[in-house]
């Protein structure tokens, strides 16, 4: 599989991650996962993917995180957080 055709512009993808990170270095959102509901908190575990082996991702804790989903009536849906930690 050709993965630089995983990086093609987020403006094609059906949903994406907004996050600012040191030097424009760009994480692509691969998959998410989490749950919400009424009166209570909520948490997501996102997969991301860089063609950057270099990207600081510690610069990145604390910092809010956006993801858009693009919806089928041609909307979009906007999760809002911020950045707790970072595993393998």
Do not use: P, W
Not at 5 to 34: D, P, V
Not at 68 to 74: C, F, Q, S
């Amino acid at each position: 599989m050709d993965l630089s055709s995983l990086f093609t512009a987020q403006n094609r993808r059906l949903f994406k991650l907004t996050m600012a990170l040191k030097g424009g270095q760009e994480l692509l959102l691969e998959s998410f996962a989490g749950s919400e509901g009424l009166s209570m908190d909520f948490g997501f575990q996102l997969e991301l993917i860089s063609d950057d082996a270099s990207v600081k991702l510690k610069s990145a804790i604390g910092q809010a995180a956006t993801i858009e989903i693009e919806l089928a009536t041609g909307g979009s849906r906007y999760i809002n957080g911020h950045v707790l930690s970072f595993g393998n």
